[in-house]
């Protein structure tokens, strides 16, 4: 996984997580699903790039 790559996955990770707990501070139940959400295409695309480089060496 290029270093790119990784910081993009976790700045959409980080950016999620800060929208989440926007959304349960405000009490905005749309705002938290969509930090999830972001959460969860991160995590996505990290596992996805580790598994690529797995196959690669």
């Known amino acids: 996984m290029s270093g790119e790559q990784k910081a993009e996955a976790k700045?959409?990770?980080a950016?999620?997580?800060?929208?989440?707990?926007?959304?349960?501070l405000t009490g905005?139940?749309?705002?938290?699903?969509?930090?999830?959400?972001e959460q969860a295409t991160g995590d996505a695309r990290e596992a996805k790039k580790?598994?690529?480089d797995i196959f690669k060496h």
């Open 28 to 37: 905005n139940e749309q705002l938290t699903a969509e930090g999830r959400a």
């Open 11 to 13: 700045g959409e990770q």
């Open 15 to 24: 950016k999620g997580k800060l929208k989440e707990t926007a959304g349960r």
């Open 50 to 52: 580790s598994v690529k």
